[in-house]
C-alpha cells in the first residue's frame, strides 16, 4: 500500500525534501507539476491516471482506508447502491486507459433492458434498445474502485495516501493540510501542490475550502425519499453451475407509484436490490411483522426469492441512505483548482448516470487540458505567485461549457423516478414506447467502437444529434451528445410524440363517430 514518506511524520510538517516514488526513485518536482487528487474513489482514480498520463507526478489522498483491505470490504458492501455503468462511463475509462476499458467489460454483466414486474408478478420486458446491440452493465461499485486503485498504485507517476483527511486548503499559497488519525500517527502534514482536484463526494471539503474565496452558487437538496440495499440469493446448483434466480441480463424492476424495488445481477449469481421509497413508508417497517406484511402485499415474488429471514434482516439491520442532489457553479478557481463528480453536482441515482457523469468529467477535462496545451511537465522554476494562464483559461472553460450539461442531467434524474416507479406501468408510456421505436428505426445506429477513437480528443463532435432518438439512448448510449442537448432535443421530441398521439386519438374518436352513425342507420333499414 501506498503511504507517506517519514519526511511527513512531523506534526504540520511540509513535504519539501525529495519524495520517493513507489518504485523507489525520486520525483523531480523542478520537471513535473504537482497535482493534488483528494478522494480516491472512482472519479478521483481515474483522474489521477489522467493526469499523470500528462506528464504530473499525482499524489491522491483519501481520509478512509484501502478499501480493497479485507477490514474494509464487509463496510463497503452496505454503504453505496450497486452501479450501471454505460457508455459514457465507458467511454471516459477508454479515453484514458483503452485496455482498462477492456478488462472491466470482462467482468460486467450486461443488461440489455428492463424487466418490469407488476403486483400480479406478470413480467415485461422493455428493451433499451429496439434492435438488441446496446447494455448497460451491471458492476459492483467497489469492484470499480478496486480496478482502478489498482491501476493508480502501479502507474509510476502516482502515490496514493490513506487514512489522509483534508483539513484546509490555503490556494494562494498553494498547501493543502490534512490530518492523520491516532491509529496512524496522529500528525497533520502539509502538502505544496501546483493543481488540487477535489473529488471527495457530495460533502466535499475541497468545495468547502473554495466557497471561501470563490463566489460560487450553491444548493443542496434533499429528497423525502431513502433507500435501502437488500439482497436476493444465487439460485440453485444446476450440473454443478450456481444459477441466477431471475434473469441476469436485466435491470429488474417492481413499480409501485409512490415507491419501487429495483435489483441488478452480481458475479456471484446474487442480486443486489434496493428499495427506494419515501422516508415516512420506510419508517414504518420498524418490525418483522411490519416488514413481513408490507412486501407480501406489495412485493410477494421478491419476498419469495430473497426469504423472509434474509429480507426482515436486510430490512432492519442495514443503513438507510439519503437521497439528494448538489448543484453548484463555478467549479475552479484561478489556475489552482477544480471540483468534479458528486463534489460538484450530486445527483438522485434514478438514471444511473451520478458515476457515468463523473467519469465523463475527467474525459472532457483531459480534452480541454489537452487542446488549451495544459502538461504537467514544468517549462520553468515553480513559483506560487505565477499563474498559468494555459491552465487557468481551461478551468474557465471547463466551469463555463459544463455547467449546463450538469444541471440538465441532475434535472432528468429525478424525472426519470417519477417514470421508473410510475410511468413504465401506464398504457400512455407504452405507446409512446411503440412509436420511439418505429422513429428510432428510420436512424441509422451509431456503434459504440466508432465514437471511442473521436471523442477521446473531441468532447461533444457537433451535428452529433441528428435523426430521431429516444432520451434514454442520448443519455445513455450517445456519449457524442452532451447533456443539455439532449434535454432540449427530448422536449421537441416529447411535444411532436404528444401532438401524435393526440392526433391518432382524434382519428379514432371521428373513425368511431362515423362507423357507430353507419352501424346505427344499417340496424334501423
Known sequence: MNSTSSDCSSSQSTCSTPLTTPGGGFYDFTQHKRAIVV????????????????????????GRNDLRLASEKAQTAQRS?????????ILALHAVDPSMA??????????????????NGKLDSQLYDPRGQQSIYSVERSMLNEQLLDAASSNPNIRIFFQHKLVTVDFEKRAASFSRPASYD?????????????????????????????????????IPHQYVELRMPPGPTINGATTFLLDPNHLHIWPRHSFMLIALPNRDRSFTCTLFAPTADLARLNTPESVSTWFAHHFPDALKLIGEETLVRDVLTNPRGSLMSVKANPYHYKDRAIIIGDAAHAMVPFYGQGLNCGLEDVRVLQNILTRNSVMGYRDKPADNEQEDMHLASALEEYSRTRHEDLVAISQLAMKNYTEMRHDVTTPLYRLHRV????????????????????????????????????LYTMVTFRPDINYATVQARAERQTRVLRNSMWTLTGVAVAGGIVGGRLLFRMLRS
Open 39 to 62: 478522494g480516491a474513489g472512482p472519479v478521483g482514480c481515474l483522474a489521477a491516471l489522467s493526469l499523470a498520463d500528462m506528464g504530473w507526478s499525482v499524489d491522491m489522498y483519501e
Open 81 to 89: 447502491i450497486n452501479l450501471a455503468i454505460s457508455s459514457r462511463g
Open 102 to 119: 477492456s478488462r472491466f467489460l470482462e467482468t460486467a454483466i450486461p443488461m440489455k433492458g428492463r424487466m418490469i414486474h407488476d403486483e
Open 186 to 222: 496522529g500528525f497533520n502534514v502539509n502538502v505544496p501542490f501546483d493543481f488540487i482536484v477535489g473529488a471527495d463526494g457530495s460533502y466535499s471539503n475541497v468545495r468547502r475550502q473554495l466557497m471561501r474565496i470563490v463566489n460560487m452558487d450553491y444548493t443542496q437538496e434533499y
Open 435 to 470: 412509436l420511439d421505436g418505429w422513429l428510432t428505426s428510420l436512424t441509422p445506429h451509431v456503434p459504440f467502437d466508432s465514437l471511442a477513437p473521436v471523442l477521446s480528443r473531441v468532447t461533444y463532435p457537433p451535428g452529433a444529434a441528428r435523426g430521431w432518438i429516444p
